[in-house]
T-cell receptor, first 114, second 109 residues
Framework: ETGVTQTPRHLVMGMTNKKSLKCEQH?????MYWYKQSAKKPLELMFV???????ENNSVPSRFSPECPNSSHLFLHLHTLQPEDSALYLC?????????????FGPGTRLTVL | GQNIDQPTEMTATEGAIVQINCTYQ??????LFWYQQHAGEAPTFLSY??LDGLEEKGRFSSFLSRSKGYSYLLLKELQMKDSASYLC??????????WGAGTKLIIKP
């Protein structure tokens, strides 16, 4: 248990569905991240939020839409996804203190797009 | 460009020692992280190096050479539970992590 939770753990959706992934951190951190992890590939940074403000959008397609209502919660809204979007989606958080603090990860949501 | 290289897969024997290498190229450098990830689980933090040299934590040690853009993770007295993927990540000048693809470590009895 790292203090970062993600729901659901597994999700199967069709290409026309709309779904949302949820992440919650209980560590008092003020930066949150969405990553995509595909087999045998490096973790791909998707979005970064610092103090609830989006500071990074790594050329992610608009079918992925993040939302950060407060420093503890992060959502990833999904719509009209493609089969190649099937992957493990990881949320992470860290304390922002002007130094290289560790990122703590949630267990991930295993997404399958049919 | 920014790049991290590490071997795709390694095999070692229970009780032995294994060294997982990582080379990096980043825009600026704010340290090198190693994470462990068991199948189906979250990556968990193992070590952080920002100065040259060896950091030891029990059975695990991590080494950094900034001039060579090189790090390694050393695992001693291997146990079956050490079977996992080991992720190397370098932090760039914007404090963003640049990740390697991970090294899958297989431990055999």
């Amino acid at each position: 248990e790292t203090g970062v939770t993600q729901t659901p753990r597994h999700l199967v959706m069709g290409m026309t569905n709309k779904k949302s992934l949820k992440c919650e951190q209980h560590l008092g951190h003020n930066a949150m991240y969405w990553y995509k992890q595909s087999a045998k590939k490096p973790l791909e940074l998707m979005f970064v939020y610092n103090f609830k403000e989006q500071t990074e959008n790594n050329s992610v397609p608009s079918r992925f839409s993040p939302e950060c209502p407060n420093s503890s919660h992060l959502f990833l809204h999904l719509h009209t996804l493609q089969p190649e979007d099937s992957a493990l989606y990881l949320c992470a958080s860290r304390r922002l203190a002007g130094e290289a603090d560790t990122q703590y990860f949630g267990p991930g949501t295993r997404l399958t797009v049919l | 460009g920014q790049n991290i290289d590490q071997p795709t897969e390694m095999t070692a024997t229970e009780g032995a020692i294994v060294q997982i290498n990582c080379t990096y190229q980043t825009s600026g450098f704010n340290g090198l992280f190693w994470y462990q990830q068991h199948a189906g689980e979250a990556p968990t933090f193992l070590s952080y190096n920002v100065l040259d040299g060896l950091e030891e934590k029990g059975r695990f040690s991590s080494f950094l050479s900034r001039s060579k853009g090189y790090s390694y993770l050393l695992l001693k007295e291997l146990q079956m539970k050490d079977s996992a993927s080991y992720l190397c990540a370098a932090m760039d000048s914007n404090y963003q992590l640049i990740w390697g693809a991970g090294t899958k470590l297989i431990i055999k009895p």
